[in-house]
Protein backbone atom coordinates (compact mmCIF):
# COMPACT_ATOMS: atom_id res chain seq x y z
CA UNK A 1 0.00 0.00 0.00
CA UNK A 2 1.13 3.41 -0.92
CA UNK A 3 1.44 6.27 1.13
CA UNK A 4 0.56 9.63 -0.57
CA UNK A 5 2.81 12.46 0.47
CA UNK A 6 1.54 15.85 0.91
CA UNK A 7 4.21 18.58 -0.30
CA UNK A 8 3.13 21.94 0.18
CA UNK A 9 4.37 24.86 -1.84
CA UNK A 10 7.26 26.81 -0.11
CA UNK A 11 4.86 30.07 -1.10
CA UNK A 12 2.71 28.78 0.98
CA UNK A 13 3.68 30.52 4.35
CA UNK A 14 3.29 33.78 2.33
CA UNK A 15 -0.47 33.57 2.10
CA UNK A 16 -2.40 36.39 3.79
CA UNK A 17 -5.30 34.39 5.87
CA UNK A 18 -8.24 36.68 7.17
CA UNK A 19 -8.45 35.86 10.98
CA UNK A 20 -11.49 38.47 11.79
CA UNK A 21 -13.39 39.19 8.69
CA UNK A 22 -14.69 43.19 9.26
CA UNK A 23 -15.96 45.04 6.64
CA UNK A 24 -16.64 49.34 7.05
CA UNK A 25 -18.49 51.07 4.11
CA UNK A 26 -17.34 48.98 1.70
CA UNK A 27 -13.82 48.71 2.42
CA UNK A 28 -12.21 45.37 3.95
CA UNK A 29 -10.48 46.50 7.12
CA UNK A 30 -10.04 42.58 8.17
CA UNK A 31 -7.66 41.46 10.90
CA UNK A 32 -5.39 39.00 9.22
CA UNK A 33 -2.42 36.78 10.37
CA UNK A 34 -0.20 40.12 9.06
CA UNK A 35 -1.75 42.33 11.03
CA UNK A 36 -2.17 40.03 13.91
CA UNK A 37 2.12 39.91 13.67
CA UNK A 38 2.68 43.20 12.99
CA UNK A 39 0.42 43.89 16.17
CA UNK A 40 2.89 41.44 18.05
CA UNK A 41 5.78 43.05 16.61
CA UNK A 42 5.03 46.59 17.71
CA UNK A 43 3.67 45.14 21.46
CA UNK A 44 7.53 43.37 21.74
CA UNK A 45 9.44 46.31 20.91
CA UNK A 46 7.11 48.30 23.39
CA UNK A 47 7.93 46.03 25.92
CA UNK A 48 11.88 45.82 25.01
CA UNK A 49 11.40 49.53 25.12
CA UNK A 50 9.74 50.10 28.53
CA UNK A 51 12.23 47.15 29.72
CA UNK A 52 15.08 48.83 28.40
CA UNK A 53 14.42 51.79 31.62
CA UNK A 54 14.04 49.38 34.29
CA UNK A 55 16.48 48.34 36.84
CA UNK A 56 19.36 49.00 35.09
CA UNK A 57 22.83 48.24 37.32
CA UNK A 58 25.96 49.71 37.31
CA UNK A 59 27.31 46.33 36.87
CA UNK A 60 24.76 44.89 33.62
CA UNK A 61 23.84 41.74 33.32
CA UNK A 62 23.65 39.74 30.30
CA UNK A 63 19.74 41.70 29.08
CA UNK A 64 21.05 44.96 30.09
CA UNK A 65 24.63 44.86 28.07
CA UNK A 66 22.05 43.22 24.85
CA UNK A 67 19.66 46.49 25.51
CA UNK A 68 22.71 48.80 25.54
CA UNK A 69 24.57 47.43 22.64
CA UNK A 70 21.35 47.82 20.20
CA UNK A 71 20.71 50.82 21.22
CA UNK A 72 24.14 52.10 21.20
CA UNK A 73 24.53 50.43 17.35
CA UNK A 74 21.51 52.42 16.57
CA UNK A 75 22.71 55.51 17.70
CA UNK A 76 25.91 54.96 15.87
CA UNK A 77 23.99 54.74 12.72
CA UNK A 78 22.48 58.20 13.16
CA UNK A 79 25.96 60.02 14.77
CA UNK A 80 27.74 59.06 11.79
CA UNK A 81 25.58 60.09 8.72
CA UNK A 82 23.34 62.74 10.72
CA UNK A 83 26.04 63.95 13.23
CA UNK A 84 24.14 66.52 15.56
CA UNK A 85 21.27 66.91 13.28
CA UNK A 86 20.45 63.62 13.85
CA UNK A 87 19.38 63.92 17.41
CA UNK A 88 15.89 64.77 16.97
CA UNK A 89 15.00 62.15 14.38
CA UNK A 90 17.10 59.26 17.09
CA UNK A 91 13.66 58.10 18.42
CA UNK A 92 11.97 57.26 15.56
CA UNK A 93 14.95 55.50 13.80
CA UNK A 94 15.41 53.41 17.04
CA UNK A 95 11.70 52.48 16.69
CA UNK A 96 12.50 51.68 13.49
CA UNK A 97 15.38 49.67 14.09
CA UNK A 98 13.62 47.31 16.28
CA UNK A 99 10.19 47.09 14.92
CA UNK A 100 12.14 45.88 11.83
CA UNK A 101 14.26 43.64 14.16
CA UNK A 102 11.36 42.12 15.48
CA UNK A 103 9.33 41.71 12.50
CA UNK A 104 12.13 39.46 10.83
CA UNK A 105 13.07 37.47 14.19
CA UNK A 106 9.15 36.61 14.90
CA UNK A 107 9.08 35.44 10.95
CA UNK A 108 11.78 33.09 11.80
CA UNK A 109 9.61 31.42 14.38
CA UNK A 110 7.79 27.96 13.05
CA UNK A 111 3.59 28.22 11.88
CA UNK A 112 4.17 31.97 12.40
CA UNK A 113 4.08 34.86 9.65
CA UNK A 114 6.94 37.04 8.10
CA UNK A 115 5.16 40.87 7.67
CA UNK A 116 8.54 41.72 6.07
CA UNK A 117 8.00 38.92 2.97
CA UNK A 118 5.39 40.97 1.70
CA UNK A 119 6.00 43.48 -0.93
CA UNK A 120 3.44 45.54 -0.14
CA UNK A 121 4.70 46.13 3.44
CA UNK A 122 8.19 46.89 2.75
CA UNK A 123 6.77 49.52 -0.12
CA UNK A 124 4.24 51.38 1.56
CA UNK A 125 6.48 51.61 4.74
CA UNK A 126 9.41 52.98 2.57
CA UNK A 127 7.04 55.43 0.82
CA UNK A 128 5.65 57.23 3.63
CA UNK A 129 9.47 57.58 5.12
CA UNK A 130 10.24 58.71 1.65
CA UNK A 131 7.16 60.95 1.94
CA UNK A 132 8.55 62.28 5.34
CA UNK A 133 12.16 62.81 3.83
CA UNK A 134 10.89 65.35 1.92
CA UNK A 135 8.75 67.17 4.05
CA UNK A 136 11.51 67.29 6.07
CA UNK A 137 13.90 68.61 3.63
CA UNK A 138 11.20 71.28 1.92
CA UNK A 139 10.53 72.38 5.63
CA UNK A 140 14.41 73.03 6.39
CA UNK A 141 15.34 74.33 2.95
CA UNK A 142 12.59 75.94 1.21
CA UNK A 143 12.52 75.85 -2.65
CA UNK A 144 16.40 75.65 -1.93
CA UNK A 145 15.61 71.64 -1.78
CA UNK A 146 14.84 71.27 -5.14
CA UNK A 147 18.89 72.50 -5.94
CA UNK A 148 19.66 68.27 -4.89
CA UNK A 149 18.45 67.48 -8.17
CA UNK A 150 21.22 70.24 -9.81
CA UNK A 151 24.81 70.13 -8.54
CA UNK A 152 26.85 72.95 -8.67
CA UNK A 153 29.20 73.87 -11.54
CA UNK A 154 26.78 71.87 -14.54
CA UNK A 155 27.37 72.98 -18.02
CA UNK A 156 23.64 74.79 -18.52
CA UNK A 157 23.74 72.48 -22.15
CA UNK A 158 23.05 69.20 -19.99
CA UNK A 159 21.08 70.45 -17.31
CA UNK A 160 17.70 69.00 -17.90
CA UNK A 161 19.24 65.71 -18.96
CA UNK A 162 20.93 65.88 -15.38
CA UNK A 163 17.86 67.16 -13.81
CA UNK A 164 16.02 64.24 -15.22
CA UNK A 165 18.80 61.93 -14.43
CA UNK A 166 18.84 62.82 -10.42
CA UNK A 167 14.87 63.10 -10.41
CA UNK A 168 14.46 58.93 -11.28
CA UNK A 169 17.78 58.43 -9.48
CA UNK A 170 16.23 59.76 -6.33
CA UNK A 171 12.68 58.19 -7.07
CA UNK A 172 14.57 54.90 -7.30
CA UNK A 173 15.15 55.04 -4.02
CA UNK A 174 11.97 53.90 -2.99
CA UNK A 175 11.98 50.72 -4.50
CA UNK A 176 15.24 49.85 -3.70
CA UNK A 177 14.59 50.18 0.20
CA UNK A 178 11.63 48.31 -0.12
CA UNK A 179 12.65 45.61 -3.06
CA UNK A 180 16.02 44.84 -0.73
CA UNK A 181 14.39 43.78 2.35
CA UNK A 182 11.40 42.31 0.79
CA UNK A 183 13.66 40.09 -1.89
CA UNK A 184 15.76 39.29 1.24
CA UNK A 185 13.14 37.69 3.50
CA UNK A 186 11.00 35.89 0.83
CA UNK A 187 14.00 34.06 -1.03
CA UNK A 188 15.75 33.07 2.76
CA UNK A 189 12.33 32.07 4.01
CA UNK A 190 11.73 29.96 0.86
CA UNK A 191 15.07 28.40 0.61
CA UNK A 192 14.53 27.09 4.31
CA UNK A 193 10.74 26.01 3.12
CA UNK A 194 12.27 23.61 -0.01
CA UNK A 195 15.31 22.58 2.54
CA UNK A 196 13.18 21.73 5.15
CA UNK A 197 10.42 19.60 2.54
CA UNK A 198 13.58 17.79 1.07
CA UNK A 199 14.95 16.47 4.18
CA UNK A 200 11.20 15.02 5.38
CA UNK A 201 10.73 13.65 1.87
CA UNK A 202 13.98 11.97 2.15
CA UNK A 203 12.59 10.82 5.99
CA UNK A 204 9.67 9.38 4.82
CA UNK A 205 11.17 7.44 1.81
CA UNK A 206 12.90 4.86 4.02
CA UNK A 207 15.81 3.15 3.25
CA UNK A 208 18.87 4.67 2.68
CA UNK A 209 17.34 8.54 1.76
CA UNK A 210 16.06 8.31 5.20
CA UNK A 211 19.43 7.82 6.57
CA UNK A 212 20.88 10.16 4.42
CA UNK A 213 18.01 12.67 5.04
CA UNK A 214 20.64 14.12 7.80
CA UNK A 215 22.44 16.14 5.26
CA UNK A 216 19.95 18.38 4.20
CA UNK A 217 19.04 18.88 7.64
CA UNK A 218 22.52 19.63 8.78
CA UNK A 219 22.64 22.08 5.53
CA UNK A 220 19.14 23.35 7.15
CA UNK A 221 20.06 24.40 10.69
CA UNK A 222 23.15 26.12 9.16
CA UNK A 223 20.87 28.29 6.81
CA UNK A 224 18.75 28.87 9.63
CA UNK A 225 21.59 30.84 11.69
CA UNK A 226 22.23 32.63 7.95
CA UNK A 227 18.42 33.23 7.96
CA UNK A 228 18.96 34.62 11.38
CA UNK A 229 22.08 37.00 10.75
CA UNK A 230 20.24 38.11 7.79
CA UNK A 231 16.87 38.48 9.58
CA UNK A 232 19.43 41.71 11.38
CA UNK A 233 21.53 42.78 8.75
CA UNK A 234 18.41 43.47 6.55
CA UNK A 235 17.06 45.47 9.74
CA UNK A 236 19.89 47.25 9.81
CA UNK A 237 21.05 48.11 6.25
CA UNK A 238 17.26 49.24 6.28
CA UNK A 239 17.89 51.81 9.03
CA UNK A 240 20.74 52.31 7.88
CA UNK A 241 19.62 53.77 4.28
CA UNK A 242 16.98 55.81 5.87
CA UNK A 243 19.78 57.62 7.72
CA UNK A 244 21.36 58.11 4.54
CA UNK A 245 18.70 59.63 2.38
CA UNK A 246 17.62 61.70 5.60
CA UNK A 247 21.15 63.17 5.36
CA UNK A 248 20.70 63.68 1.57
CA UNK A 249 18.25 66.16 2.16
CA UNK A 250 19.33 67.97 5.35
CA UNK A 251 22.38 68.26 4.07
CA UNK A 252 22.48 69.41 0.42
CA UNK A 253 25.77 69.25 -2.22
Known amino acids: MQTLLLIHSPLEQFEIVTLIPISFLNFNISVTNSTLFMSIAVFVSLTWINLSFYKNLL ?30 YFPFIFALHLFLLFCNLIGMIPYSFTVTSHIVFTFSLALFIF ?27 IVPLLITIEFLSYIVKVFTLSIRLFANMTSGHTL ?20 FHVVPLVLLLALIGLELAIAGLQA ?18
Open 192 to 211: LKIIAGFSWTMLNAGGLLAI
Open 236 to 253: YVFTLLTCIYLNDVLNLH
Open 131 to 157: IGINIIGLKTHGLLFFSLFLPRGVPLI
Open 59 to 88: LPSYWQLLKENFYELTANIVKDNLGSKGEV
